[in-house]
């Protein structure tokens, strides 16, 4: 069973480490390697290579070729969805590109996933989502940002599911590798602002009142305030980070959170 758990322990390494060479350009385009060097790089068989480059492949990040090697891939046929692509290149590639695409894409899918839920959410979604924003702003006055990370992932989770689509349900680790890049990247203040607690219980009581306008409106405001306060449209985006939250509704002082 050890030697079982340090082979498995062995290729996740080998894959994070070969998989952040590649995002970060460390492993150029259209370079090629091979797995004995991988091997001797890395201290591990040639197996335990071998099964590092199929997950690597599955991402799109490498293909494999007779007689020519192990090459690095264009970006174009990266798995971007993949959530270890996205932790990799949070963690090492180009941040705020990728946290500015990513708030892009979050706005494809979320407010509309926050539309569903008000037409389709049951009394236990409800309840979840009601508790993850009380944990948020207990959390958010102690600064326990870890703890808030996760109340954070559960009411993201929670929305997904409320919204009854299986496809929107299935993005619900690309939000969660946003949300926790940010945190352990130290994107977020030491205490959170209440302005991103306030805009999750808009869109958690919009859901309860089957507001469909309005919970879709004021998930629009949490992404446009996540986005903002990272600064990662700020030239895309004339207008001030402000109006995001202002289209929420809530009537309540403006500012800058967070915490979506």
């Known amino acids: 069973m050890t030697a079982t758990v340090n082979v498995g322990e062995l290729h996740g390494s080998v894959v994070a480490a070969l998989g952040t060479g590649i995002v970060s350009g460390r492993l150029a ?3 090629v390697i091979t797995l004995d060097g991988i091997g001797a790089e890395y201290t591990v068989s040639r197996g335990v290579a071998r099964e590092a480059i199929r997950v690597l492949e599955s991402m799109g990040l490498v293909a494999s070729r007779r007689r020519v090697g192990i090459t690095i891939q264009p970006r174009e046929r990266w798995n971007v969805f993949d959530p270890r692509v996205i932790r990799w290149r949070l963690d090492a590639g180009d941040r705020a590109a990728q946290l500015a695409s990513l708030s892009e894409l979050r706005r494809g899918f979320e407010p509309i996933a926050a539309a569903l839920a008000a037409r389709r959410a049951d009394g236990h979604h409800c309840r979840i989502l009601a ?3 009380s944990d948020m702003a207990v959390h958010a006055r102690s600064g326990d940002l870890e703890q808030y990370l996760l109340a954070d992932k559960i009411f993201h989770k929670t929305l997904l599911e409320a919204s009854g689509n299986e496809m929107l349900r299935s ?3 690309v939000v ?3 949300l926790t890049g940010r945190t352990h990247h130290g994107m977020m203040p030491t205490t959170p602002n209440p302005v991103a607690v306030d805009l999750h219980d808009e869109v958690s ?7 469909a306008e309005g919970a879709e ?3 629009r405001a949490i992404i446009d305030e996540a986005a ?3 600064g990662g449209e700020r030239t895309q985006r004339p207008t001030p980070p402000e109006a995001g939250y202002k289209q929420g509704g809530s009537g309540k002082p403006e500012g800058r959170g967070r915490g979506a």
Request: no cysteine; hydrophobic share 50%; glycine share 4%.
């Open 171 to 173: 993005l619900y680790d």
């Open 29 to 31: 385009i259209g370079d």
């Open 205 to 211: 009581r919009a859901i309860r009142r089957r507001d």
């Open 131 to 133: 508790a993850a924003v």
């Open 217 to 219: 409106r004021a998930m």
């Open 176 to 178: 969660a590798e946003v």
């Open 228 to 230: 903002s306060a990272v």
